[in-house]
């Protein structure tokens, strides 16, 4: 009897990695939210429909590995669909700042591979308005947040 392959099996599968260079290739090889071409690519089914090589051209998104991180963050599915990421700076801990524009809200915050580790919730209009703001505050505006995060975990232990 054979046994079933395990999902990372499957992804590589050779069947698999032909689909995933085509729609890097169809995407243009850049992150479809926020149009990075020099961090590392991942292909992501927006839908799971069996083998991942079956999967629909048009369920399949090419996102580069830190907005990948934000889409994989089932918490954050309640401001609705993902529309777009901002990116700003990544620091030396593998975290990076970005503003992430769902449907319903933007979302400033601090994320890593594993998602969304701190951040606040902003109005779309003023998410909207933020993306405009000089890169100097958003600089300051870090530092300050960031140093909040490192005052608040000394407290917590």
């Known amino acids: 009897m054979k046994q079933s392959k395990s999902y990372s099996e499957k992804l ?3 069947r698999w990695q032909r689909k995933r260079l085509e729609t890097m290739e169809r995407d243009g090889w850049k992150c479809k939210f926020c149009g990075d071409e020099f961090s590392t690519l991942n292909v992501h089914h927006l ?3 069996g083998d991942p090589w079956n999967a629909p051209d048009d369920k399949l998104i090419t996102l580069c590995e830190y907005c990948h991180a934000i889409i994989g963050d089932h918490d954050l599915k309640k401001f ?4 777009k990421v901002v990116k ?3 620091n030396e801990k593998n ?3 970005a503003v992430a524009f769902y449907e319903r809200a933007g ?9 969304l580790e701190e951040g606040f919730v902003i109005g779309y209009q003023d998410a909207i308005k933020f993306k405009t703001v000089s890169e100097s505050w958003i600089d300051n505006r870090m530092r300050y947040l960031e140093n909040l995060i490192d005052i608040k975990k ?3 232990g």
């Open 12 to 14: 590589k599968d050779p």
């Open 47 to 49: 839908e799971y429909t």
């Open 80 to 83: 609705g669909e993902l529309q």
């Open 88 to 90: 700003f700076v990544k």
């Open 95 to 97: 975290h990076f700042w």
């Open 107 to 115: 979302l400033f915050g601090r994320f890593s591979n594993d998602g």
């Open 154 to 156: 000394e407290q917590n």
